[in-house]
């Protein structure tokens, strides 16, 4: 069994489309996590998600937004899709004392 | 802002010889370090992790290694594989279970 699986592995959309990547944990961890990877490989923190709290970086453009239908998912939608958006997204979750788990990645390619 | 420095250079090993990958994070209330290695196509995988009341943690083949007084973290692979190869990022966090911060990556290339 996959512990953070992220659906789908590739997403390859044209600029101005609306479009969402499905992220789901079996791990009953409780804190759920986007990462943007970039051409050059940095991994930059998008969002931080529990049940109690959201926190977004605050570099993250509005068009992008999480969303939890319950404590096993985080998915992210991408409103508007432009150029710059085409990199890596990984999800990744969480629970102290037990570490961090990151799913395979989806990468986005917007033309 | 703070954040946990590293550049993506690549460290060019002989397979058998050791490694040694250096990070230096700059906020001072860092918590819990962790190395992650990311092959082609996948997600980073956890390696060790460290949390900042200790200098040095061993796993398998890997050691790391904090210096809190000059913020500095390094990650030693003995007898270094072919199938180490990977790029590695350090990680820190003041919590953990909180966002990650993560460094640049540094690519490991081992010659057969």
């Known amino acids: 069994d996959t512990a953070v699986s992220q659906t789908p592995k590739y997403l390859v959309t044209q600029m101005g489309n609306d479009k969402s990547i499905k992220c789901e944990q079996n791990?009953?961890?409780?804190?759920m996590y986007w990462y943007k990877q970039d051409s050059k490989k940095f991994l930059k923190i998008m969002f931080s998600y529990n049940n109690k709290e959201l926190i977004i970086n605050e570099t993250v453009p509005n068009r992008f937004s999480p969303k939890s239908p319950d404590k096993a998912h985080l998915n992210l939608h991408i409103n508007s899709l432009e150029l710059g958006d085409s990199a890596v997204y990984f999800c990744?979750?969480?629970?102290?004392?037990?570490?961090?788990?990151f799913g395979s990645g989806t990468r986005l390619t917007v033309v | 802002g703070e954040s946990v420095g590293l550049h993506l250079p690549t460290l060019s090993v002989q397979e058998g010889d050791n490694s040694i990958i250096n990070c230096a994070y700059s906020?001072?209330?860092?918590?819990?370090f962790i190395w992650y290695k990311q092959e082609s196509g996948k997600g980073p995988q956890f390696i060790i992790d460290?949390?900042?009341?200790?200098d040095k943690r061993q796993g398998q083949r890997v050691t790391v290694l904090l210096n809190k007084t000059v913020k500095h973290l390094s990650l030693q692979i003995a007898a270094t594989q072919p199938g180490d190869s990977a790029v590695y990022f350090c990680?820190?966090?003041?919590?953990?279970?909180?966002?990650?911060?993560f460094g640049g990556g540094t690519r490991l290339m081992v010659k057969p």
């Open positions: 460290i949390r900042s009341n200790m």
């Open positions: 906020n001072s209330a860092s918590d819990y």
């Open positions: 990744a979750s969480s629970q102290e004392r037990t570490g961090y788990t």
């Open positions: 990680a820190e966090t003041p919590n953990a279970g909180n966002m990650l911060t």
């Open positions: 791990l009953g961890h409780d804190t």
